[in-house]
């Protein structure tokens, strides 16, 4: 069982939310940050091809973007507190647009959008959506400092970098309870550097662990996620000196890092090498978040958003755009980035016969008269009968049309043979009833609910 805990106050966060959410403080000539005082290796200048696909004016800040199943784009505006949808063409239309305000972005395996932010009162928040951006549920999360990445560990288990507290926070969708997941010193800020700098801030999940980038202490860890409760390991500096907001990371591991203050793309190959794919000339001034298109014509392109320097520098700032990178590598599929996740008692998948009996229009009556014959036809048949439903043709207010049945332990024809004996074959509510193989997929059969949740 999850318990609420209040997490640790890091002094001074109450500064940098008013820095890095309302953006309070007056713009000056020259940047507010001192880059010569953040060290970030760039590597070579290598640039992909790219596209600006949709371009918001001076002054927005684009922060996160996820890309849903139907190939369209989620991203959130600091500013105007809206989630935006783009398709890959560049059309756009709000979302959702309330007095949230909207940080991070993730969706889980079922297509459940969330969102981490906070309330109009500014108490720290997980928010879910329905399909059509109506707002779902509020989660607080209480004594959070700056809620920013989110990704999901498991389906349904979330976890949220806490960058004003140095945290990584786990929160259970279904439950709303949530508990301190890892408080590992290396998520803090730098204590030398601007508090305009985040701390833990992008977290990604891959091959069993997550990545996060700790934009103040300018590193990348990985962290092990362990067991079936998917606990924190030791955290692991693997790459350091380079100023990453958030990344994105490709199905064979090649990861993707957006710089923010520095403009830029980065790529990072498993050697650890460095390259740098885009600059502003590309379009990224300001680049905040990335994340790889799911669609066969767009896995290879990744989609980047940013706020066109207006955090650096919000007396300057460019176009916040939105460009498609095309890269040489599908990206992490949803589905590939739970690969950690194991199932120790799940049962092999049954092999059963299908029988599909077609319904006669206009057999009501019929079937009203023999209903008593026919349960108990099934109830003596309960042992060969997996599972039985009907199916309609067009909504559950249409005519019925079939009896689906699924029988284990049988060929074809005895599966026939049963059903020859069915009264609502026999009394004509059924025109016929014929028998196909079926081999079952794994299901909530094959896997009991507590281990297709990770539990």
Same mark, same amino acid.
């Given at each position: 069982?999850?318990?609420?805990?209040?997490? %640790? @106050?890091?002094?001074?966060?109450?500064?940098?939310?008013?820095?890095?959410?309302?953006?309070?403080?007056?713009?000056?000539?020259? *940047?507010?940050? $001192? !880059?010569?005082?953040?060290?970030?290796?760039?590597?070579?200048?290598?640039? !992909? =091809?790219?596209?600006?696909?949709?371009?918001?004016?001076?002054?927005?800040?684009?922060?996160?973007?996820?890309?849903?199943?139907?190939?369209? +784009?989620?991203?959130?505006?600091?500013?105007?507190?809206?989630?935006?949808?783009?398709?890959?063409?560049?059309?756009?239309?709000?979302?959702?647009?309330?007095?949230?305000?909207?940080?991070?972005?993730?969706?889980?395996? $079922?297509?459940?959008?969330? +969102?981490?932010?906070?309330?109009?009162?500014?108490?720290?928040?997980?928010?879910?959506? %329905?399909?059509?951006?109506?707002?779902?549920?509020?989660?607080?999360?209480?004594?959070?400092?700056?809620?920013?990445?989110?990704?999901?560990?498991?389906?349904?288990?979330?976890?949220? /970098?806490?960058?004003?507290?140095?945290?990584?926070?786990?929160?259970?969708?279904?439950?709303?309870?949530?508990?301190?997941?890892?408080?590992?010193? =290396?998520?803090?800020?730098? *204590?030398?550097?601007?508090?305009? +700098?985040?701390?833990?801030?992008?977290?990604?999940?891959? &091959?069993?662990?997550?990545?996060?980038?700790?934009?103040?202490?300018?590193?990348?860890?990985?962290?092990? /996620?362990?067991?079936?409760?998917?606990? /924190?390991? =030791?955290?692991?500096?693997? !790459?350091? &000196?380079?100023?990453?907001?958030?990344?994105?990371?490709?199905?064979?591991?090649?990861?993707?890092?957006?710089?923010? @203050?520095?403009?830029?793309?980065?790529?990072?190959?498993?050697?650890?090498?460095?390259?740098? #794919?885009? %600059?502003?000339?590309?379009?990224?001034?300001?680049?905040?978040?990335?994340?790889?298109?799911?669609?066969?014509?767009?896995?290879?392109?990744?989609?980047?958003?940013?706020?066109?320097?207006?955090?650096?520098?919000?007396?300057? *700032?460019?176009?916040?755009?939105?460009?498609?990178?095309?890269?040489?590598?599908?990206?992490?599929?949803?589905?590939?980035?739970?690969?950690?996740?194991?199932?120790?008692?799940?049962?092999?998948?049954?092999?059963?016969?299908? #029988?599909?009996?077609?319904?006669?229009?206009?057999? &009501?009556?019929?079937?009203?008269?023999?209903?008593? $014959?026919?349960?108990?036809?099934? %109830?003596?048949?309960?042992?060969?009968?997996?599972?039985?439903?009907?199916?309609?043709?067009?909504?559950?207010?249409?005519? +019925?049309?079939?009896?689906?049945?699924?029988?284990?332990?049988?060929?074809?024809?005895?599966?026939?043979?049963?059903?020859?004996?069915?009264?609502?074959?026999?009394?004509?509510?059924?025109?016929?009833?014929?028998?196909?193989?079926?081999? /079952?997929?794994?299901?909530?059969?094959?896997?009991?609910?507590?281990?297709?949740?990770?539990?």
């Amino acid at each position: 069982m999850f318990t609420m805990v209040r997490f %640790k @106050i890091w002094n001074g966060a109450a500064a940098f939310i008013a820095a890095a959410v309302a953006f309070a403080a007056p713009a000056t000539a020259q *940047p507010r940050i $001192d !880059l010569s005082a953040v060290p970030h290796q760039v590597g070579a200048f290598e640039p !992909l =091809s790219s596209n600006i696909i949709a371009s918001f004016e001076e002054g927005n800040f684009l922060e996160s973007v996820i890309v849903l199943s139907s190939g369209d +784009l989620l991203i959130t505006e600091i500013q105007s507190r809206t989630i935006w949808r783009v398709d890959p063409s560049g059309a756009r239309a709000p979302f959702h647009q309330s007095d949230i305000q909207p940080v991070g972005l993730a969706v889980d395996i $079922d297509g459940q959008i969330v +969102l981490s932010g906070s309330t109009a009162d500014g108490n720290a928040a997980i928010f879910t959506f %329905k399909d059509d951006g109506a707002l779902d549920r509020t989660i607080l999360i209480e004594g959070a400092q700056f809620l920013n990445g989110v990704a999901f560990v498991a389906p349904g288990q979330l976890l949220v /970098a806490d960058s004003g507290g140095g945290l990584i926070i786990h929160v259970d969708i279904e439950s709303e309870e949530s508990r301190i997941w890892s408080s590992d010193e =290396s998520l803090g800020v730098h *204590p030398d550097r601007s508090p305009l +700098l985040p701390g833990v801030n992008g977290l990604k999940v891959f &091959d069993g662990a997550v990545y996060a980038t700790n934009s103040s202490r300018t590193t990348l860890l990985r962290i092990p /996620a362990i067991g079936l409760d998917y606990r /924190a390991g =030791s955290p692991e500096v693997i !790459l350091q &000196d380079i100023s990453f907001d958030d990344l994105a990371i490709a199905a064979d591991g090649t990861i993707y890092g957006t710089t923010h @203050i520095f403009d830029s793309v980065v790529r990072i190959e498993q050697d650890g090498s460095v390259t740098t #794919v885009a %600059k502003t000339e590309q379009g990224v001034a300001g680049s905040t978040a990335a994340a790889f298109g799911r669609r066969a014509e767009d896995r290879n392109t990744l989609y980047v958003v940013g706020d066109g320097g207006f955090y650096l520098d919000p007396e300057n *700032p460019a176009p916040a755009n939105v460009v498609a990178i095309g890269t040489d590598e599908p990206g992490l599929s949803l589905e590939a980035s739970f690969s950690h996740i194991d199932y120790p008692n799940m049962e092999p998948a049954a092999r059963m016969t299908m #029988v599909r009996c077609m319904t006669v229009p206009g057999s &009501d009556e019929r079937r009203r008269a023999v209903a008593p $014959d026919y349960d108990r036809f099934l %109830k003596l048949n309960i042992a060969r009968i997996a599972f039985a439903g009907e199916v309609y043709g067009d909504g559950r207010e249409a005519e +019925l049309t079939a009896r689906l049945y699924f029988m284990h332990g049988l060929d074809e024809a005895r599966a026939e043979g049963i059903m020859e004996s069915s009264p609502y074959l026999i009394e004509g509510v059924y025109s016929s009833c014929d028998a196909v193989p079926f081999d /079952a997929m794994p299901g909530s059969i094959a896997w009991p609910d507590e281990l297709s949740r990770g539990r």
